[in-house]
């Protein structure tokens, strides 16, 4: 046991000599996760939607209000006179016109064409294009239930002259205003978890910081593999059995020393995404604990089958990062596995970052337990022992 | 000058020998490759969808017509490529069907529901449809609710429009007030048919900046990417690491004992990261176009774009080469170099950055200035619209090879 403790204790020490090691373990791992969590959102946004209301009326007045409420991009009234100026500015999105009759064009049933110009960046105007459609979508419901309620009236009676014609309207659209309000909520969104409202953000946060810990956790437990191909290239692997050490000592110390490693890098980045991301890994702590044991035994596994299959210690070098970038690529670390076809899905199944990914979001996003992620848990350990297996039987010393 | 070419060459020759040399060509097929697989970028250039239907039960307890109007719509074929629906009489059932991740959700209408629209009642009464949803696939359960919130936000339109007419008309005393749950029917049935009359009013005119309209091959950007975040290994992890190594073999101390001058030495090292830089683009670029049909764009605009994106990352190269003390630092901080640019510059998302601040910092990076450049030439652009990449390129470059000169100066690693 001392000599398994041993081995494990110099390879840890070997790999952290270099400070640098550290950017790997932790510094780029914590990067990576939070700018893909989503957490910082878009606060980096600062473009501004401006409007030029020719009309001055209460109705363009409402749809400014109406774009104040509908989206991110600050919204702010400008004149005629101020349009080129404002083209020049670099956090222009777009300027939207409401032309001079909007109001009045409404008030007969009339359409009428709002003109939304493209100022730069395309990004930005695709945000302001949204916030603009939902505005007057939003606006457009109201109007349509006060044209019809004008509609109605007029086949019915006269109005005795415009003013109260407008006048009619406006008491329309208030009250239509209102209706839209105080609607009830038609959808209600459920989870398995009857104490969790669903919310398409924590989802996300969930996804991508799983995503992330099984990227980063497992590309260095590949390199399992230089350091058998560096024991076995530069002969220390021989010096070491000429002492009373066998193969399954020196597997073993090699094997726990990554494991180790794992273990705390996983728990840093749970912790860190507790409390700095607020992500909700769920319920089950033991869950939790067999899932990333499971993940971290296949991952080295594997990382020891490469470590045989290598020649030198540049190939497994080369080998464990680029296998270990595809596999979590197409197992949905990356980019979410809802969205692949059926056959990456089915191809991924045979990935054990799909299980590791999949075991995650049974945990954060289901709110399932240790029993209900033992399959996965079991998929990983299966996939351990044969990767270990292979790895065993390919075990040369030389 | 002879010298110069000479050192380079070597260098190119050396790193093509070398066993890690393979990684710079095996990584980015690989990866591109593999982007492709799950992006679906494959199956847009054989014109099948990418993304399969939304998988979504139903059921129907609803004992209205809305409900039927609803599954109605919902199958409708103009939805087929977004949803795929199939109709279930129990609501356990579905949500079964849910659990075990058969569906993505589960519509459960309520046996109130058109009563609670269309009734006397009506908008206040709450009756909210059930989705059921499996929490694990968060883009698709938000196309499903859109879906829905579409067709509701469609009903509540017509239901407003007839209550507030309704109730306008009343108070005007046009109809009595036990006429007006007939009225209010016609006038809402009138909304679904589109037969009232009464238009919606607004349409946004979009005025964008005029682009001619070209169709862009998806690996034509995501193969950019993957070059580039190899590119940055390269030149960092293995250009960077000769002029070290160099130092460290003593064959650098044997070279300065020759009439070269140190700094001859080290433009000859430059030349060699750009070589190989351009050596390793140069493959991939002609490999991609033979293998994938994938077309790059304009050839001049290329060969001036690669030359100007290897210059650009070979700076940060020999920048680290100044910095680093030993070769493994070197490649250590590489790999950590060219994962931290492919974040920051996009090259992970196929091209794409992140908006703001953050974009703006993921200008310090070649990754984002190249691929731009990239995505310029794949739609059909030329040379001369390549003039602010290039320009940006080129003076990132000088910038990173000046200051290197500086510290290799300062630390005199290019004397004997």
């Known amino acids: 046991m001392k000599k398994i403790y041993n081995i494990a204790w110099k390879d840890i020490k070997n790999r952290f000599s270099n400070p640098t090691e550290l950017m790997f373990f932790l510094v780029l791992p914590i990067i990576f996760t939070y700018l893909l969590s989503g957490t910082i959102g878009s606060s980096g946004e600062t473009y501004q939607l401006l409007v030029v209301d020719q009309d001055q009326t209460s109705l363009s007045g409402q749809l400014v209000e109406g774009l104040d409420a509908a989206g991110s991009l600050q919204v702010e009234l400008i004149s005629n006179d101020d349009v080129e100026a404002a083209t020049e500015e670099d956090n222009t999105a777009a300027i939207l016109t409401i032309p001079a009759g909007f109001q009045e064009c409404l008030y007969r049933g009339d359409s009428i064409d709002l003109a939304l110009e493209e100022t730069g960046d395309e990004g930005a105007y695709d945000a302001a294009e949204q916030q603009v459609f939902t505005a007057v979508e939003q606006m457009g419901q109201v109007i349509l239930a006060a044209n019809v309620s004008m509609v109605e009236y007029e086949k019915r009676g006269e109005f005795a002259d415009d003013t109260a014609r407008n006048m009619y309207y406006e008491e329309s659209y208030i009250r239509a205003e209102a209706a839209f309000i105080d609607l009830p909520q038609r959808v209600e969104m459920r989870t398995p978890d009857e104490g969790v409202i669903y919310e398409r953000e924590n989802a996300s946060n969930v996804q991508a910081s799983a995503g992330q810990l099984i990227t980063w956790v497992f590309i260095p437990l590949l390199a399992t593999a230089v350091v058998l191909a560096d024991e076995r290239t530069t002969g220390t692997l021989r010096r070491l059995f000429t002492t009373p050490t066998n193969k399954a000592t020196f597997l073993l110390g090699t094997i726990l020393g990554q494991l180790l490693a794992a273990w705390v890098q996983m728990a840093l980045l749970v912790i860190f995404g507790i409390h700095v991301l607020g992500i909700d890994w769920g319920n089950s702590i033991p869950g939790l604990v067999v899932l990333l044991l499971a993940f971290s035994l296949a991952a080295t596994a594997l990382g020891t089958l490469l470590g045989t299959l290598a020649r030198s210690t540049e190939q497994a070098g080369g080998l464990a990062p680029i296998t270990g970038m595809v596999m979590a690529l197409v197992g949905g670390c990356w980019y979410p596995g809802e969205l692949f076809s059926d056959t990456v899905k089915t191809v991924n199944q045979f990935l054990p970052t799909t299980w590791a990914l999949q075991g995650l979001n049974d945990l954060g996003l289901r709110r399932l337990g240790l029993v209900e992620i033992l399959p996965e848990a079991g998929i990983l350990m299966i996939f351990a022992a044969v990767f270990f297996a292979l790895a065993i039987w390919r075990f040369r010393y030389e | ?416």
Request: with cysteine.
């Open chain 2, 1 to 416: 000058m002879v010298k110069l070419l000479v050192i380079g060459l070597k260098d190119l020759k050396v790193a093509f020998r070398d066993r890690v040399g393979w990684i710079m060509l095996v990584g980015p097929f690989a990866l591109t490759l593999a982007m492709g697989f799950v992006t679906g970028a494959f199956s847009v250039s054989t014109g099948e969808p990418a993304i399969e239907a939304t998988k979504v039960v139903v059921v129907n307890e609803d004992e209205g017509e809305l409900g039927e109007a609803m599954v109605t719509w919902l199958r409708d074929e103009s939805l087929h490529a977004v949803l795929n629906i199939t109709v279930e009489s129990s609501a356990a059932r579905a949500r079964d069907h849910v659990d075990e991740g058969d569906f993505v959700a589960a519509l459960i209408l309520p046996f109130d529901f058109s009563e609670a629209i269309l009734g006397a009642e009506g908008l206040e009464q709450e009756s909210p449809i059930e989705m059921y949803v499996y929490p694990g696939q968060p883009i698709r359960v938000s196309i499903v609710r859109s879906m829905i919130e579409r067709f509701v936000a469609r009903v509540d339109a017509g239901v407003v429009s007839s209550k507030v007419a309704v109730s306008g008309l009343i108070g005007a005393g046009l109809i009595q007030p036990q006429e007006a749950n007939k009225v209010g029917r016609e006038i809402g049935e009138a909304q679904v048919t589109m037969e009232s009359g009464a238009a919606a009013g607004i349409t946004v005119q979009s005025q964008r900046v005029e682009e001619e309209e070209v169709d862009i091959q998806p690996l034509a950007l995501l193969a950019p990417s993957m070059a580039m975040l190899f590119l940055m290994y390269t030149v960092s992890g293995i250009g960077g690491r000769s002029i070290l190594a160099e130092r460290e073999d003593g064959t650098l101390p044997r070279m300065l004992s020759t009439p070269t001058d140190g700094a001859w030495i080290l433009g000859g090292k430059v030349i060699g990261v750009v070589l190989v830089g351009v050596a390793q683009l140069a493959i991939v670029i002609g490999a991609t176009s033979l293998l994938f049909k994938l077309e790059w764009g304009d050839t001049i605009g290329v060969v001036v774009l690669i030359v100007a994106a290897v210059f650009g990352a070979a700076g940060w190269g020999i920048l680290l080469a100044a910095f680093a003390r030993t070769t493994e630092q070197v490649s250590t901080m590489g790999s950590a170099l060219m994962l931290f640019f492919g974040l920051l510059g996009g090259s992970f998302f196929g091209g794409g950055s992140f908006g703001g601040v953050l974009g703006t910092i993921g200008k310090i990076t070649p990754n984002a200035w190249a691929q731009e450049g990239f995505a310029i030439l794949a739609g059909a652009g030329t040379l001369a619209d390549l003039q602010g990449t290039i320009l940006g390129l080129v003076v990132m470059g000088s910038l990173l090879f000046s200051v290197a000169v500086l510290v290799f100066r300062r630390r005199g690693l290019m004397r004997c």
